[in-house]
T-cell receptor, first 114, second 114 residues
Framework: DGGITQSPKYLFRKEGQNVTLSCEQN?????MYWYRQDPGQGLRLIYY???????QKGDIAEGYSVSREKKESFPLTVTSAQKNPTAFYLC?????????????FGDGTRLSIL | GDSVTQMEGPVTLSEEAFLTINCTYT??????LFWYVQYPGEGLQLLLK?????DKESNKGFEATYRKETTSFHLEKGSVQVSDSAVYFC?????????????FGTGTSLTVIP
């Protein structure tokens, strides 16, 4: 079955450490997104990519970086510059073209500080 | 700019009660509208999708109608179950530049008690 795979499900970061969250999709979608979700909060857009080798900052990009070298993959790096990284991170993808196409989500990665 | 406003929670209902979660939107174009559901520790799952005015969509007992005149897409269910306890997100997709932009409401937490 097609879908989005996020790994790991749980991740711990030490102070001053960079960590990378994986997101892979086999839906043949062009666009991919990263969101941050804090407890009891909605989704905030970190970065998105509409095509390979191109990505755009979202509303809260500071302290994060991404790459889009392959259509299937959109990894997110949480850098040491992100002072409050503890959150639930969601990756999503969608086909391009019509606005009728919904976003499909992975099961998320929960990041905590040691 | 585009935005989605949905009813704030949390909402607590007894089993078999009627559910309404209000959602209104503002959009510059002609958006598609969505309802997503998020169970604890999981990603968002698509519940309903409507692409044009007066579309009435239903799934798993949930219904919503795309009302252009009132810019609304309220979620309803006639008889909720304990298993419906989750967070519900209203969202829209609108054309922006060469791609589609998604906008999410802040989510409404629903707890159904036996």
């Amino acid at each position: 079955d097609g879908g989005i795979t996020q790994s790991p499900k749980y991740l711990f970061r030490k102070e001053g450490q960079n960590v990378t969250l994986s997101c892979e999709q086999n839906l043949n979608h062009d666009a991919m997104y990263w969101y941050r979700q804090d407890p009891g909060q909605g989704l905030r857009l970190i970065y998105y990519s509409q095509i390979v080798n191109d990505f755009q900052k979202g509303d809260i990009a500071e302290g994060y970086s991404v790459s889009r070298e392959k259509k299937e993959s959109f990894p997110l790096t949480v850098t040491s510059a992100q002072k409050n990284p503890t959150a639930f991170y969601l990756c999503a993808s969608t086909g391009q073209g019509s606005v009728n196409q919904p976003q499909h989500f992975g099961d998320g990665t929960r990041l905590s500080i040691l | 700019g585009d935005s989605v406003t949905q009813m704030e929670g949390p909402v607590t209902l007894s089993e078999e009660a009627f559910l309404t979660i209000n959602c209104t939107y503002t959009a510059t174009g002609y958006p598609s509208l969505f309802w997503y559901v998020q169970y604890p520790g999981e990603g968002l799952q698509l519940l309903l999708k409507a692409t044009k005015a007066d579309d009435k969509e239903s799934n798993k007992g949930f219904e919503a109608t795309y009302r252009k005149e009132t810019t609304s897409f309220h979620l309803e269910k006639g008889s909720v179950q304990v298993s419906d306890s989750a967070v519900y997100f209203c969202a829209l997709s609108d054309r922006s530049g060469t791609g589609n932009q998604f906008y999410f409401g802040t989510g409404t937490s629903l707890t159904v008690i036996p």
